[in-house]
């Protein structure tokens, strides 16, 4: 494997300035495909947005101005060519790679620089649990009836996919390009970080629990919500209300990634979905006075008649399974 030696900073600022020869940039280039160049790259852009997003206030204008209409034109003329210089600055990044052919297609295969990446989708049926491993090592356990759509590559600067369903997400760290997980609405913006996410878009609420790390929930509204970890974050979709609570053990929320199934004071309404997408067996719940009941269970997975028998030790519910269907009734 051949060592890229990062260039002399001059001539890396010659590239990024338009000012470079074929040769420069072709070794600046190079170089830009990299983890290191790729993360000099990534803050060079961002110092870019950052300086053309301050305000009109940081103009350079030291002396005054005649009229409101005469500042407008000024502001108006400083701020074209603040756009002209961060766009041909960004062109200035973009071409060598288009000169440089095959260095391009090296780079273009770990990153995707115009953020038009093919996108794949998943779905895990019920009864089914998959693993998923992203190409910068992040990984996902998938849980049962769910759909991720993801990028063949992620873009430059972000890791974006989709959810709709339960996954446990173990995120490689890069601050410069935070990993992203849409749902609906409302994403979750991670750096790097263990979590899970219940986000059924049938359910009425979306559950977060975080183990390691740090991250936020932006909901429909657009307000941002902050996690740290143990606690488990409760969003109502209905009313765009986010409620955090502390737990004594964030780690139950995902054992379902181990092949163990849960309950802690579940509504058998809860139980019966679970175990519906689980096992993917219908429930009949034939009489509505057994939805009082709560129940309190771990199992690790087994054949779906035991995990019955052993909910029926705890409340005075029947589980009867018949032509592929549980129908629950009271004993």
Request: hydrophobic residues 40%; proline residues 4%; contains cysteine.
């Amino acid at each position: 494997m051949n060592v890229i030696n990062r260039p002399a900073e001059e001539t890396i600022g010659k590239v990024l300035n338009g000012l470079a020869s074929q040769e420069e940039a072709t070794q600046v280039a190079a170089w830009f495909s990299t983890p290191e160049g790729q993360l000099y790259l990534s803050q060079s852009m961002e110092k870019d947005f950052a300086r053309f997003s301050k305000g009109y206030e940081e103009l350079a204008v030291d002396h005054p101005i005649p009229s409101e209409a005469i500042y407008s034109r000024i502001v108006k003329r400083i701020r074209t060519k603040q756009i002209r210089r961060m766009c041909f600055r960004a062109a200035a990044v973009l071409l060598p790679f288009l000169l440089v052919g095959s260095v391009f297609l090296q780079l273009s295969s770990r990153v995707d620089l115009f953020g038009g990446a093919d996108y794949e989708e998943a779905y895990i049926p019920k009864g089914e649990r998959v693993q998923f491993m992203f190409q910068d090592g992040s990984k996902a356990y998938i849980n049962a009836d769910s759909k991720v759509k993801y990028p063949k590559q992620f873009g430059l600067l972000d890791r974006k996919i989709f959810l709709e369903g339960e996954a446990y997400f173990v995120v490689t760290p890069n601050a410069n390009r935070p990993f992203i997980v849409e749902m609906g609405k409302t994403s979750i913006r991670v750096l790097g970080t263990s979590f899970n996410v219940a986000a059924y878009p049938e359910e009425a609420y979306i559950y977060v629990s975080l183990d390691e790390g740090k991250i936020s929930m932006v909901s429909a509204a657009k307000k941002n919500s902050y996690l740290s970890p143990g606690e488990k974050l409760i969003y109502n979709k209905h009313t765009d209300s986010c409620t955090i609570i502390r737990v004594a053990d964030t780690e139950s929320a995902s054992q379902w990634k181990n092949d163990v199934i849960t309950f802690k004071n579940a509504p058998l309404q809860e139980v019966v979905k679970a175990l519906n997408r689980w096992y993917d067996a219908p429930f009949v719940v034939e009489d509505a006075r057994a939805h009082a009941y709560s129940y309190t269970f771990t199992s690790e997975n087994t054949l779906l008649e035991k995990v019955l028998l052993d909910l029926e030790k705890i409340a005075p519910v029947r589980f009867t399974y018949e032509n592929d269907t549980v129908r629950v009734r009271l004993k």
